[in-house]
């Protein structure tokens, strides 16, 4: 009998169910995904799993839970597997359907998506994924009640301002809208009040805000933001990584003389991160003059704005992440001196 050196269970989560596929390694480096089963993403589904995972596998080798982090879907499975000592490892997006690429898969569907998970957990070697401070997903949470707040609030008053320029306007319409936008205001004051007493309650994360909102552009809230989304950055392992994740990288396309797009952000990350970049990255381009330098050196490039406002926000996220690690604040001069040295493209 094969000596076996790996298993893995790819698992392929989503809002309802799970997607699962088996796979195992054995001393020849020889891959088999051999067995694939769906279960509901539900606590009972996560017995079921791991029952099914106990009598599909053997003991003399150790069996690796991999997924993808997608959005808040995993994260109940997650919490599961590690109260019930299984190793679980979390991997980016990106970095799977970079792999599904090199694979010759012609359709995609959740088994061949879990299975090459599966297969992603037997190639790689995989950090074991521990829980992330409570703090971050208290973080995440109130910072997205206040998202979808602010959403709201902006709605209510644009139609506060059609209700008041209607011909057939009713008083009493404008007086409940205004109580909504109130209620509104109160709540948003309420989350960033419970915003700042987690951070002023856990020293260490208030030091690092210091450090990180030294950056130009980068205030409280967008500094809450990216580390409540990243988890303190537990899944990031560079620069690149980070940009990757909150979508702002760039994508082109060029084969021969025929085919050649457009470069874009591939806006294929998480989209709470990606959006919080935008306001800063325009702060820091009028108050910052190194920043405004390579505003303006890319946009009398190509003559496109937009394009030289995404490269602020990536450099702005990047200096985040560095600051972070590196526990240090941010310099002018040293900032100066890199940027006119780098090459930044978008």
């Not at 074991?128 to 009640?145: A, G, S, T």
């Not at 210091?210 to 990216?226: E, F």
């Amino acid at each position: 009998m094969k000596v076996l050196l790996k298993q893995t269970v790819g698992i392929d989560v989503a809002q309802n169910e799970l997607v699962v596929s088996l796979g195992r390694m054995d001393q020849q480096i020889s891959i088999e995904v051999y067995a694939y089963k769906v279960f509901p993403n539900t606590q009972k589904g996560f017995s079921s799993l791991v029952s099914w995972v106990n009598k599909q596998t053997l003991t003399n080798a150790e069996v690796r839970y991999v997924m993808e982090a997608t959005g808040v879907y995993h994260e109940s499975l997650a919490y599961y597997l590690c109260t019930n000592q299984k190793q679980v490892s979390i991997v980016l997006p990106n970095k799977i359907s970079n792999y599904v690429r090199t694979l010759d898969i012609k359709t995609i569907t959740d088994k061949s998506a879990s299975q090459a998970i599966a297969r992603f957990g037997l190639e790689r070697q995989l950090e074991v994924w521990q829980p992330p401070l409570k703090i971050f997903n208290d973080l995440r949470q109130l910072c997205r009640e206040r998202e979808q707040l602010v959403q709201e609030w902006t709605m209510l008053k644009n139609q506060l301002h059609a209700e008041r320029t209607s011909a057939t306007s009713s008083e009493k319409s404008i007086k409940r809208t205004k109580k909504r936008i109130a209620m509104i205001d109160k709540q948003e004051k309420e989350i960033m009040e419970e915003i700042a007493a987690l951070i002023k309650g856990d020293e260490a994360i208030a030091k690092k805000m210091k450090v990180i909102t030294s950056i130009p552009g980068i205030g409280n809230l967008t500094a809450v933001t990216i580390i409540a989304e990243t988890n303190g950055f537990e899944l990031i392992k560079n620069k690149r990584q980070l940009v990757s994740y909150a979508g702002l990288d760039v994508r082109e396309k060029t084969s021969g003389t025929s085919v050649k797009s457009k470069p874009r952000i591939s806006k294929r990350g998480n989209r709470n991160l990606r959006k919080v970049m935008h306001f800063p990255a325009l702060a820091a381009i009028r108050t910052d003059e190194n920043f405004r330098y390579i505003f303006l050196r890319l946009a009398s490039r190509h003559g496109i704005k937009m394009k030289a406002i995404g490269a602020i926000q990536r450099k702005l996220l990047e200096l985040t992440y560095i600051l972070w690690k590196s526990n240090t604040s941010y310099c002018p001069n040293y900032h100066s001196h890199s940027i006119t040295t780098e090459t930044i493209t978008m």
